[in-house]
């Protein structure tokens, strides 16, 4: 069964960046059949695809966060990774980590989400 | 980017009801459609892929139809699971989008 988790501060200060870890457990990040994807939820709002990272290191960004976004990954470790710079009230969010099935396209698995405020 | 419009955001339902949601996308997806269910405080699930394929698992009284660029989801006979918010989503390429989403409420 896998499981994902997401890990990182609950609170970041507006123009710093925010971090997040997702953990893969259960399953290898290094399948070639699937994507790993980051997702966020502004309280009361839709779902906002951020990107998507495949085991090799290949990225894809919204275009409207690219300048801002990083997405990385730790095989070793079975872990991705979110960096968003310069954050605004607007960034706002519970932000999930998912897995993609690569050729399907759809989202299969999803962490529980962690919300992450951002404050003075 | 393709946008993709879902209507109506909030739908008011009864128990036994049927009901419609559609998603428009602004060009063709061909049939790389997904409808997932969200309830309070928890992630997404999926429904149906592909437009029209049913998740294993998942209540054969939602069905999924369309193709291109406009697209259904129906709840055969609405029951007290399914208040939740539906969100439908492309995947044509590397990017995906989500639609706005729509709230099933009780009557």
């Known amino acids: 069964q896998l499981q994902l988790q997401e890990s990182g501060p609950g609170l970041v200060k507006p123009s710093e960046t925010l971090s997040l870890t997702c953990t893969v457990s259960g399953g290898s990040i290094s399948s070639r059949n699937y994507y790993w994807v980051w997702i966020r939820q502004p309280p009361g709002k839709g779902l906002e695809w951020i990107g998507s990272?495949?085991?090799?290191?290949?990225?894809y960004y919204n275009p409207s966060l690219k300048s801002r976004v990083t997405i990385s990954v730790d095989t070793p470790k079975n872990q991705f990774s979110l960096k968003l710079s310069s954050v605004t009230a607007a960034d706002t969010a519970v932000y999930y980590c998912?897995?993609?099935?690569?050729?399907?396209?759809?989202?299969?698995?999803w962490g529980q989400g962690t919300l992450v405020t951002v404050s003075s | 980017d393709i946008q993709m419009t879902q209507s109506p955001s909030t739908l008011s339902a009864s128990v036994g009801d049927r009901v419609t949601i559609t998603c428009r996308a602004s060009q063709s997806i061909s049939s790389w459609l997904a409808w997932y269910q969200q309830k309070p405080g928890k992630a997404p699930k999926l429904l149906i892929y592909?437009?029209?394929s049913l998740e294993s698992g998942v209540p054969s009284r939602f069905s999924g139809s369309g193709s291109g660029t406009e697209f259904t989801l129906t709840i055969s006979s609405l029951q007290p699971d399914d208040f939740a918010t539906y969100y439908c989503q492309q995947y044509n390429g590397y990017s995906l989008t989500f639609g706005g989403g729509t709230k099933v409420e009780i009557k």
């Open positions: 592909k437009a029209s």
């Open positions: 998912a897995r993609r099935i690569a050729v399907a396209g759809i989202i299969d698995d």
């Open positions: 990272i495949f085991y090799s290191g290949t990225t």
